[in-house]
């Protein structure tokens, strides 16, 4: 019996010992949102932690995947009907990112298998929650195209694919581009280590995306009390009216 369990120990010691984990670290873990904000670049760097040395085999692969916050969305086709552009179908998406962004230090399709990707969900198309949207329309899937599409073009998606710089196959850093158009909340960063395309360890990390000084008022402001918020900006909008009109009689006057 005591050498059977021996035998187990033994066994065990090594695939402990070839555990590898990430160290992370970030240039910022949170983003203040102010009036002159034009967007930020968070560098993302790291290590790998390993008890033993490096396993042989493929070479470790790292995919950095920047997101958030996530909430519903409703895609709409516009037709054309009697000349004039009307919404027809829609399709409700349960839950996609408002911001989604990957870096691999390689081609996605070879550093990640299609199982894994819908296991840890990590690329763009299966970064969305999208149950249900096959029973709305037979051509469900075109409309989460084209949601991506348009998020793509506002640079709220990308995929970037080798430019995670991997040295010695335990040091890691990329850099990621945050647009000025953010959405406030909690964004997550997560560090995949990859070997012949399997998941060998994640880890997470949160960055805080807040606005701030007046930004922040006015937000606060349009939620809570949105009838003053209403009333400032009519007020806003006469005055600066009136403002420009006085400036060109002056101009004109002069």
Avoid at 10 to 28: F, G, I, N, T, Y
Avoid at 47 to 58: F, H, L, Q
Avoid at 91 to 102: G, K, L, M, Q, R
Avoid at 208 to 213: A, E, H, L, T
Wanted: net charge negative.
């Amino acid at each position: 019996m005591w050498r059977f369990l021996t035998l187990l120990l033994c066994l065990a010691l090594p695939a402990q010992a070839a555990q590898e984990e990430v160290v992370l670290a970030l240039s910022k873990d949170q983003v203040s949102i102010t009036t002159d904000f034009d967007g930020s670049e968070i560098l993302i760097f790291g290590a790998i932690k390993r008890e033993s040395s490096i396993p042989e085999g493929p070479p470790i692969e790292v995919i950095v995947a920047l997101s958030g916050p996530d909430s519903p969305v409703t895609v709409r086709r516009k037709e054309k009907q009697l000349g004039i552009w009307v919404n027809a179908d829609a399709v409700d998406i349960a839950s996609a990112p408002e911001f989604y962004a990957v870096a691999t230090s390689g081609p996605m399709n070879e550093i990640l298998t299609d199982e894994e990707d819908l296991r840890h969900r990590v690329s763009v198309e299966r970064a969305i929650l999208s149950i249900g949207a096959a029973e709305q329309l037979e051509d469900a899937q075109e409309f989460i195209k084209a949601a991506i599409r348009i998020r793509e073009n506002n640079d709220q998606y990308s995929l970037n694919e080798g430019i995670v710089q991997v040295d010695e196959q335990t040091l890691f850093r990329t850099e990621i581009k945050m647009p000025p158009n953010l959405t406030e909340g909690n964004y997550t960063a997560r560090i995949l280590l990859t070997r012949g395309g399997h998941v060998v360890a994640q880890h997470d990390a949160v960055i805080d995306v807040r606005k701030v000084g007046l930004e922040r008022f006015l937000y606060n402001l349009s939620r809570q009390q949105p009838f003053v918020y209403g009333l400032m900006s009519l007020a806003i909008a006469i005055f600066a009216g009136w403002s420009a009109s006085a400036v060109f009689r002056l101009i004109k006057n002069g």
